[in-house]
């Protein structure tokens, strides 16, 4: 269903950007524009400029950052899913998120940074992670609308990710896009059990999509002008498709999902370009997206709260771990001598 994002040409901009002022070595440097220039894979043995790897760092990890605070919404209904049926596949769609999230910590190991500094930086509030995980889930509705709007914005913008120049990010998004995938189905056939409900099961569904569709919109980052990472990170073809693009992208291809679930999207100015052949939209609240990312969404503390918990609440496990692979060692090197 979202596919498509590989039909998008990849000139809309990206090669043409100017390489920023560096003091790496020309010839390392220049080695390094061409592998890029012809669509060619950094593997993590290759020279990369400092810059590259300093901004793979930075979206790897708040990507990872971000499928596991993504846990936490859903994980909250597992105990309350409303059949066995719903249970299995809610726990495994969470189960999923936390694997992404491994594969993720592990690409960003690749170069050169500890899982330990990666996770010091979440816990302190310093590395960012997606906006869309502060808001709360009230209802059984949010789960099946997290999965068809969440998990297909996600899915929109990981697609091109899937050709990331960085090896190890581009191959863990072919994973991750398989499952995100099989998520976002799961959150449209639920939606669709409850639209053929009672009324009150409708309005839930209803009341799920007023409150998360403009918040999903701002999923795919601030409008291009205001993203002081998209130039730099087009031109490296890490990004492939600008923040704006991916936006109109997932907007043209919910609204007919919308139609067929028999729910209103909340934006009185969605109307269909004739001209652009695309969606027009009403304006995002950049506003309060900031306030969010800043730390100051409706759950942000209690998010960060619940991650640092669960992380010291682990410390023993990860001390037995490493007790068992010492002694393991130790009785190699004694059998050796
Ligand atoms: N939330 O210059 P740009 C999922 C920050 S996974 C918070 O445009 P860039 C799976 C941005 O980091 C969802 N911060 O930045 C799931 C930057 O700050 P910095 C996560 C945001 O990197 C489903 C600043 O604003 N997906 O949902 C957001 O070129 C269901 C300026 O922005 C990924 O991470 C935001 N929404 O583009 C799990 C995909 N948007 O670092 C559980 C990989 C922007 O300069 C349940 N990441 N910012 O301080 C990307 O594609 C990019 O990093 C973007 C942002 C598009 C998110």
Redesign the pocket.
Known sequence: MYTQSFNVPDETGQRTVKTVAHTEPPELMAKFDARIDADGRIEPQDWMPEAYRK?LV???S??AH??IV??L??GNWISRAPSLKRKAILIA??QD?GG?GLYLYSAAETLGTSRDQLLDALHSGKA??????NYPTLNWADVGV??WL??G??IM??IP?CRCSYGPYSRAMVRVCKE?SF?QRQGYEALLVMMKGNQAQKDMVQDAVNRYWWKCL?????PDA?????AQ?MRWGI?RIS?DD?RQKFIDATVPQAKVLGVTLPDPDLKWNEERQHYDHGQIDWEE?WA??NGNGPMNKERLATRVKAHNDGAWVREAALAHARKQQQRQQKEAA
């Open positions: 901004t930075r979206q790897i708040q990507h971000s499928e993504g846990m919404p859903e769609k969470v998120e992404h960012k992670y997606s906006s869309i995980f997290i999965g969440v998990d914005a996600a913008n990981q990710l995100e998520h701002a999923m795919f980052g601030p205001d993203s002081p990472n998209s990170g990004k923040n991916l997206f969010t990312v």
